[in-house]
């Protein structure tokens, strides 16, 4: 778009912001804006996220977090305004500057992601049959996939030549029944200690947390932006598809994953029972258990080698989220026993000054 067209475009939004557009840069869903009292971001959204988002950053402000991304209000007050079907809100432009390397980065955003949860904390009421009904439909769900898991490798071992897929699929089958029942024994477990529980906490959760939606400002300080997808909800929403996509690569050991996960649970720790459900949740194979059932109803789509291709890499997924959920019992069989050893000689110590 000539810079003509461009700076006409948005003109009439900035005039609501009483500010002169000079030049104006075009990166997609974002416009750099150069002005009259220096440069902005400016952003597109869906008006139907509009109104949701801002209440929760608004309510974010008012509970001390401010390591978010200010939006600015208009001359009148409003955090957004309305031109030809969209909605655009303003905000400052920062300059996103590489001070940390990517672990360090990682470690900030994670803290960063702890303090609003924190924050925005607060227990609802669950009638023990909304739990219920939860568990009992979760646990449907795994025990199709299991019964389509059995039923594929039946069908592979009773063919005397196999395609490249379900010849993968048959010497995998083994670990990925594994980490169904895995999955399924940390929700029985979650189950049983919480089946009488009538509260849960929640809290108001990012929506889409992402190395691009976590900026840097000169200093080296990281505030989060892109809330349009924000809402109440488990932490577990911000936290399971982040790690994730992090982890959906090449095999490898991620003990930085581990270190991610830990500085998050050192500013808001998790109860017993919400780790079980993370451990739950994480080890899932669904992405892989998909892939399958995908290929096994013909609706993979860019023939075998396409169809391999993406089978092994939610496979390299499940044995990357492997290796850091194996880390994540390692630490708490430990914690474990450390608290049980101070326990014991607590317990002796007290013993023996009765004695005495």
């Known amino acids: 778009m000539p810079k003509e067209n461009r700076l006409k475009k948005v003109a009439p939004i900035l005039k609501h912001y009483a500010l002169e557009p000079h030049f104006v840069e075009e990166l997609g869903r974002i416009r750099k804006i150069y002005t009259n009292k220096g440069i902005f971001a400016l952003k597109k959204i869906d008006p139907k996220h509009g109104g949701d988002f801002i209440r929760h950053v608004q309510a974010l402000f ?11 209000p208009t001359v009148d007050g409003r955090y957004a ?3 030809e079907n969209d909605l655009y809100y303003l905000m400052p432009w920062l300059a996103n ?4 390397n990517r672990f360090e980065r990682h470690q900030q955003l994670f803290r960063e992601l702890a303090r609003l949860h924190t924050l925005s904390v607060k227990e609802v009421s669950i009638s023990s049959e909304e739990r219920k009904e939860h568990y009992e439909n979760t646990l449907l769900e795994w025990e199709k996939e299991r019964e389509f898991l059995e039923g594929f490798i039946e069908v592979c071992e009773k063919k005397e030549y196999l395609s490249p897929f379900e010849l993968l699929f048959a010497l995998y089958y083994h670990e990925i029944n594994q980490a169904l029942q ?3 024994k940390r929700l029985k477990t979650w189950y049983e200690k919480t ?3 009538e509260k849960a906490r929640i809290v108001t959760i990012h929506g889409k947390v992402s190395t691009e939606h976590f900026l840097f400002d000169e200093k080296g300080h990281g505030y989060f932006t892109n809330f349009e997808k924000s809402r109440q909800g488990s932490p577990l ?3 399971l598809p982040f790690l994730s996509r992090s982890l959906k690569t090449y095999p490898k050991q991620s003990d930085e994953s581990v270190d991610w996960i830990y500085t998050y649970l050192k500013y808001f720790p998790f ?3 919400e780790l079980l459900l993370f451990q739950s949740y994480f080890a899932h ?3 892989v258990i998909h892939s399958a059932e995908k290929y096994f109803r013909g609706e993979s789509k860019g023939g075998e080698r396409k169809s391999v291709k993406n089978f092994q890499r939610q496979f390299w997924l499940l044995k990357n989220t492997e290796y850091v959920l194996m880390k994540i019992e390692e630490i708490e069989a430990k914690k474990a026993q450390e608290k049980a050893m101070a326990e014991a000689q607590a317990q002796a110590e007290a013993q023996e000054g009765a004695q005495n």
Do not use: A, T
Request: charged fraction near 35%; charge should be negative.
């Open 237 to 239: 929403h911000d936290l």
């Open 285 to 287: 194979p669904g992405g």
């Open 97 to 100: 500057v590489e001070k940390e």
């Open 81 to 83: 305004v309305l031109y």
């Open 271 to 273: 109860k017993e029972e």
């Open 182 to 184: 895995f999955s399924e």
């Open 195 to 197: 089946s009488e529980d």
């Open 62 to 72: 008012q509970k001390g977090y401010n390591r978010i991304v200010p939006i600015f």
